[in-house]
């Protein structure tokens, strides 16, 4: 174990254990140039990581999922952090974006991925948006979660436990599905950031999760699964893969308006519509921070592929749906407001939907 000092105040403390010792400080020597993020420790093998984190408590720690040359034996540390050590989001370095190893490293607790083959640069964004309280991941591995979810047949979390949240429990766990840090849901839930970790703790806990990516996909089978014995089914073909991603993301599921978008893009499971892919990529950008950059790319792809006529009716159906999402977003606030000062003239709750083609 290397530790390398104390850290600043208001720093994001780290952790850092890859492969060896070199590579370890190699990733030190890129991450010390940022004046927010403080390197506490390095560290090699996953009982000297473990070691280090128990010792530094840090606030992020970027972990190798190859570790003591066993190509998962990161992710049983990230298991073991995240039932250790919850204060400690982690980051898993990975050699491949392969479907399986993606999956499972979300699963074992991860809050972010890296890839080796990509760009060192934008790895201190992915610490400042994990040490945010974010998901750092790119639309692939996205879509990867999504599909693995919605084509399992089973997923074992209790589902039934959403019923026993309180409203405030269930309004956090949207503000989690629609992308939000725990600044941003502290400032639309006008509560401490305190406060959002305490609720997040608690339904943590009452739902058997223990990561946000679990809680959203928790949170999408209870929107849209059939409960039998209580584990939940899920449909397994395109079409009705594409129906359940309709009916969720137009329940508040905002990481789905990418998907869907790429859906209509190439045609899975729906008709391939250039129109409807740029209202559903431009509602992600807009809505959730989770698939922002994914969304803001796969634009700009769709606009090269559409004809002008079609970037004006895009255009114009975008700022349809925007408007009346923010109609809608009134309409309940003011419910809200006038519920909690006991006014018995409550408007009429909007029943509309994202409009479809």
């Known amino acids: 174990m290397h530790r390398i000092g104390t850290s600043g105040e208001g720093k994001i403390r780290t952790l850092v254990a890859d492969v060896t010792r070199m590579n370890s400080q190699l990733l030190f020597e890129v991450l010390r140039r940022d004046q927010l993020i403080d390197v506490v420790?390095?560290?090699?093998?996953?009982?000297?990581?473990?070691?280090?984190?128990?010792?530094?408590?840090?606030?992020?720690?970027?972990?190798?999922?190859?570790?003591?040359?066993?190509?998962q034996k990161g992710l049983e540390l990230c298991r073991e952090l995240s039932g250790s050590s919850p204060g400690t989001r982690v980051v898993v370095i990975m050699n491949s974006s392969v479907a399986e190893?993606?999956?499972?490293?979300?699963?074992?607790?991860?809050?972010?991925?890296?890839?080796?083959?990509?760009?060192?640069?934008?790895?201190?964004?992915?610490?400042?948006?994990?040490?945010?309280?974010?998901?750092?991941?790119?639309?692939?591995?996205?879509?990867?979660?999504?599909?693995?979810?919605?084509?399992?047949?089973?997923?074992?979390?209790?589902?039934?436990?959403?019923?026993?949240?309180?409203e405030r429990e269930r309004q956090v766990v949207q503000c989690v599905a629609e992308g939000l840090s725990n600044r941003g849901i502290s400032v639309r839930l006008k509560v401490s950031e305190h406060t959002v970790k305490n609720y997040i703790f608690h339904i943590?806990?009452?739902?058997?999760?223990?990561?946000?990516?679990?809680?959203?996909?928790?949170?999408?089978?209870?929107?849209?699964?059939?409960?039998?014995?209580?584990?939940?089914?899920?449909?397994?073909?395109?079409?009705?893969?594409?129906?359940?991603?309709?009916?969720?993301?137009?329940?508040?599921?905002?990481?789905?308006?990418?998907?869907?978008?790429?859906?209509?893009?190439?045609?899975?499971g729906v008709p391939r519509n250039e129109v409807e892919a740029y209202v559903w990529f431009g509602l992600g950008e807009r809505e959730c921070a989770v698939v922002r950059g994914a969304c803001r790319l796969a634009l700009k792809a769709t606009e090269n592929d559409m004809t002008c006529e079609q970037m004006r009716e895009a255009q114009r159906r975008l700022s349809s749906v925007l408007a009346q999402t923010h109609r809608s977003k009134l309409e309940s606030k003011e419910i809200t407001r006038q519920e909690r000062s006991g006014s018995t003239e409550v408007p009429a709750r909007s029943n509309s939907k994202i409009p479809l083609m």
């Open 204 to 268: 943590f806990e009452k739902l058997g999760v223990s990561s946000r990516v679990e809680l959203i996909l928790l949170t999408l089978g209870e929107l849209a699964a059939s409960m039998r014995n209580g584990i939940m089914r899920f449909p397994i073909d395109d079409a009705a893969v594409a129906k359940y991603y309709h009916e969720s993301s137009a329940r508040g599921i905002g990481v789905l308006q990418y998907r869907l978008g790429q859906m209509y893009r190439r045609g899975i």
């Open 41 to 71: 420790a390095i560290a090699v093998g996953y009982s000297e990581a473990l070691a280090c984190a128990v010792t530094q408590k840090p606030d992020v720690a970027l972990i190798s999922a190859e570790l003591d040359g066993h190509p």
């Open 101 to 166: 190893d993606v999956t499972a490293a979300f699963r074992a607790g991860a809050r972010g991925l890296f890839f080796r083959a990509e760009a060192i640069g934008p790895l201190v964004r992915c610490i400042r948006c994990v040490h945010g309280g974010q998901v750092w991941a790119a639309g692939r591995e996205i879509n990867f979660l999504l599909d693995a979810f919605a084509r399992s047949k089973v997923f074992h979390a209790d589902s039934s436990a959403m019923g026993r949240l309180s």
